[in-house]
Structures are given as structure tokens and as C-alpha cells.
């Protein structure tokens, strides 16, 4: 019986990986929207502007920044210390290019 217990106990903490931490929908709590540096922002009317920076980020809203659509992979799959964009230009809110290194 104490084998069994024993064989329980080892498959029950090693045979189960940890979920915790799977699909953890990660936010930024201080600054918001995001806090990564922004180089390139546009303003199309008081509600609608788009922005690119650092870490590949690009950040977009369309109702005067009440809900953000933000990305921090524009670049691919590169690391974030490598991905820096340093100007872009956007032709309407949901046509542009960003550039950089």
C-alpha cells in the first residue's frame, strides 16, 4: 500500500504539468494604453490615430482612445531589443508602412 501511495504521489506531481500559466492574456498595468517608446503617431480626425514604436509596436484606435488595438509583433518574430521603428507613414487609418531597423 505504501508503494502505491508512493507511485501516486510521484505521477500526481510529475506526471502533470503546470497550466497555471498557459494562455495568460498578459496586460500593461502602468502607463496605459502601453508602455513602450512611441516614434511615429498620426492623427486622422480626434478619434482615429495610429502610432509605431519600439519592440515592434503599433497601437490604433478608432474612438478617440477609449479601446486601443495594440500589437508588439509587426516585425516578425524577432526579439523586442532588436526591433526598433523610427518613422512610418500611413496613408488612411488602415493603409501604411512603418520603417526602422
Known sequence: MKRLLTIFVILTFFGISALSQINQLWQWSHPKPQGNTLRFVKAF?????????????????????????????????????????????????????????
Open 45 to 101: 480626425s480626434p478619434n482615429s490615430f495610429v502610432g509605431i514604436g519600439y519592440a515592434g509596436t503599433f497601437i490604433k484606435t478608432t474612438n478617440g482612445g477609449a479601446n486601443w488595438y495594440i500589437r508588439h509583433d509587426i516585425a516578425g518574430t524577432m526579439t523586442s531589443d532588436q526591433i526598433f521603428f523610427y518613422n512610418g507613414w500611413f496613408f488612411d487609418v488602415n493603409t501604411g508602412f512603418g520603417c526602422g531597423e
